[in-house]
């Protein structure tokens, strides 16, 4: 296993950005550290890849493509950056020497889960349905997604909706037995107002959990 390899399996186990990344745009490249002077030349054939409405960041060490906000991208790559350091920390202090890289290492960073997919497919064969992201040595690169927008993730934000929905319902049922004086249906739309709220704190409380974990 290459060191580069071992690096983005540390990494993604870590975890599981800018300016338009088109050929007349290049020299608007955001740096972490402010605008850097010219793009690398790595930049240029990443330009012809992606398409436009794809953006660029660059760091002392990541190429990061990506088509999500700005934050989520500064925060992933802040997370890389973390993860770059202690990887070599990690192997120093167990006694190794890994050559760090010559250039600047490339990921792929995707808003939607359909992006994602598609380019996995496209780019390197597989099926990355089941993860939120994996490394190809084909390529030496990674590719992420923002988890929130999984299919899974987008199925329990349904589900939260719903739920809302008839919480609000029940209240409005509730208010209308309160003035009516119906006890007997006070007292049965409390009952489904305080089971209505349980099924959606738990239903937040796992679409908080997995999109955060997995991002």
């Known amino acids: 296993m290459s060191h580069h390899h071992l690096f983005w399996s540390m990494v993604l186990a870590m975890v599981p950005l800018t300016a338009p990344l088109i050929a007349q745009a290049l020299p608007w490249t955001?740096?972490?550290?402010?605008?850097?002077?010219?793009?690398?030349?790595?930049?240029?054939?990443?330009?012809?890849?992606?398409?436009?409405?794809?953006?660029?960041?660059?760091?002392?060490?990541?190429?990061?493509?990506?088509?999500?906000?700005?934050?989520?991208?500064?925060?992933?790559?802040?997370?890389?950056?973390?993860?770059?350091?202690?990887?070599?920390?990690?192997?120093?202090?167990?006694?190794?020497?890994?050559?760090?890289?010559?250039?600047?290492?490339?990921?792929?960073?995707?808003?939607?889960?359909v992006s994602y997919s598609d380019y996995s497919h496209k780019v390197d064969r597989r099926i990355a349905d089941w993860s939120g992201g994996y490394y190809s040595s084909r390529t030496n690169r990674i590719a992420l997604f923002n988890y929130l927008n999984s299919p899974n993730m987008k199925e329990m934000a349904s589900e939260v909706n719903t739920l809302q929905q008839s919480l609000n319902a029940l209240h409005g049922q509730l208010a209308s037995a309160r003035h009516r004086r119906n006890n007997v249906a006070e007292r049965t739309t409390r009952s489904a107002i305080a089971r209505t709220q349980r099924q959606l704190a738990t239903v937040r409380h796992r679409y908080q959990a997995g999109g955060g974990y997995a991002n």
């Open 30 to 113: 955001q740096s972490l550290g402010g605008m850097s002077q010219a793009p690398p030349p790595e930049a240029t054939a990443l330009a012809r890849e992606f398409p436009g409405g794809t953006h660029l960041l660059v760091t002392d060490r990541f190429l990061i493509v990506h088509d999500t906000t700005y934050a989520w991208a500064d925060n992933r790559a802040n997370l890389l950056n973390r993860a770059y350091d202690q990887f070599y920390r990690s192997m120093s202090a167990a006694g190794f020497k890994p050559r760090k890289p010559t250039k600047r290492l490339v990921c792929i960073m995707f808003d939607e889960f």
